[in-house]
Every structure is written in C-alpha cells, then in structure tokens.
C-alpha cells in the first residue's frame, strides 16, 4: 500500500514538474494562403514557468486527418469534405525553422512566439489553380511519457495561368507564309 501511495505521489510531482498538455497551445489551428509566395505565422502559447523547446516539421495529412470546414474529423464521410485538396508535393516550398523556444511564462501571464513561415510555390502551368493542404507540426520537447503534438493546417491555393495558344496555330502561319509572300509581289 505504502509503494502504490509513493509511486502515485512520485508520478504526480513528475507531472507538476514538467510540461503537459495544458501547457502549450496554438494560434491559428487553420489558415488559408492564396498566391505562389507568402508570409505568416503561427501563434506558441507557453502557459508554464519552464522555457518550452518545440521541434517543427511539415507533414502531409492523410486521407484519414483531412477535416470538413468547420475543423472536425468527419467520420461519416471519412473526411471527404476536403477532397478538393490534394498533398503537397513537395515540402522544400515551405520553410520553417526546425527548433524554437516559447519563455516561461512571466508571473501569471502566458507568453507567445511567433514561428515565421515562407511559401514560394514554383509558378508553373502543373501547380496552377490547385488547391494544396499541409500540416506544420509542432512537438514540445519534454520527458513525459504521454507526448502532445499540435498541428496547424495550411491551406494553399494557386492562381489559375493563362495556358499558351495550341500548336496549329503556328503551323497554320508557316502554311500562309508562302501566299502572304506571294500577294506582296
């Protein structure tokens, strides 16, 4: 009896000495970017009194994390709501950094970092006018042995190109050369 009171008050003061879940949180969990380049952020939210380190990485969701609109796991329609987007094809487009570090919180205010992110979409005719979605993961770092992982959806949305005449055109103008020389003489 006395080792199961020592083991639970041991876990409970490893737990009021650590980082949990309560501790971190994210600002916005969705945002939408129209162009080829763009700027912006994501909101940390450091509500502990030890400085949080966060590991960052991209990820592509899978089918089954896709959510409808007003960010819910649709298990009706197995999440089919977001059909219209496709995974990014390639991560190099988004830059993040891989680390940061949220400061403790100061007294009873939380405090907050802003993780700066940079898109640059090549612009070519194959990534116009579609509509990608991508994850930036956020995981703090901590000895716990039930880890929290946030995410931030990033919804991405490329212009349409205008697409360039078809080939008859110019094989049309080689064929009247020969007649447009010809009514000149």
């Known amino acids: 009896m006395k080792l199961a009171f020592a083991s639970a008050a041991l876990i409970f003061l490893m737990l009021l000495s650590s980082v949990n879940a309560f501790d971190v949180a994210i600002f ?15 909101e ?14 991209i990820e592509n969701p899978s089918s089954h994390t896709r959510y409808n609109e007003s960010g819910i796991f649709d298990t009706a329609t197995n999440g ?6 496709e995974d990014l ?10 680390k940061i570090i949220i400061p ?12 700066p ?18 994850l930036i993961v956020i995981a703090p770092e901590t000895n716990n042995t039930i880890k929290t992982t946030l995410a931030s ?6 212009p349409e190109m205008k697409r360039m005449p078809s080939l008859p055109f110019p094989f049309l103008f080689l064929l009247l050369l020969p007649l447009l020389r010809r009514s000149r003489k």
Do not use: H
């Open 117 to 134: 992110i940079k898109i640059d979409i090549p612009q070519r005719s194959k990534y116009a006018g579609k509509k990608y979605e991508v």
């Open 89 to 98: 094809p390639d991560f190099s487009w988004i830059k993040v950094p891989k």
């Open 28 to 42: 916005p969990a969705k945002q939408g970017i129209s162009g080829w380049k763009a700027e912006c952020f994501i």
């Open 80 to 85: 089919r709501d977001m059909k219209e987007f």
């Open 104 to 115: 403790a919180k100061n007294g009873s205010n939380y405090t907050v970092s802003r993780l």
């Open 44 to 57: 940390i939210y450091n509500n502990s009194t030890k400085d949080i380190v966060c590991k960052i990485r």
């Open 153 to 158: 959806r990033l919804l991405i949305e490329t």
